[in-house]
């Protein structure tokens, strides 16, 4: 079974950044699209962006020019770099396969941003 340890949240104020990371194991990672994805406080799970097994990305419009994915195949895993971050931001993080995986939803990490 696809595990997906995700980790890098914290607290962080308006207008500050963070990097998160997304290991992965028991995937073929380097041919998958991978995304991260996040959800609010009393909201739906929402997509955030994804990139291409050749490293072509995508952000929702909500995020984009702040936010960017990279990958390492190598080391199976994807990072979510997160700059100017907003309050509207907080959410618990995620990363899965693009299309996501019912079985592959880890633990997530926490992004609190304060104004």
């Known amino acids: 079974q696809v595990q997906l340890v995700e980790s890098g949240g914290g607290l962080v104020q308006l207008g500050g950044s963070l990097r998160l990371s997304c290991a992965a194991s028991r995937i073929t990672f380097s041919i998958y699209t991978m995304g991260w994805y996040r959800q609010a406080p009393g909201k739906q799970r929402e997509l955030v962006g994804t990139?291409?097994?050749?490293?072509?990305?995508n952000y929702a419009d909500v995020v984009k020019g702040r936010f960017t994915i990279s990958r390492d195949n190598a080391k199976k895993t994807v990072y979510l770099q997160m700059n100017s971050l907003k309050p509207e931001d907080t959410a618990v993080y995620y990363c899965?396969?693009?299309?996501?995986?019912?079985?592959?939803w880890g633990q997530g990490t926490q992004v609190t941003v304060s104004s």
């Open positions: 899965n396969t693009y299309p996501s995986s019912v079985r592959s």
């Open positions: 990139i291409t097994s050749g490293g072509s990305t």
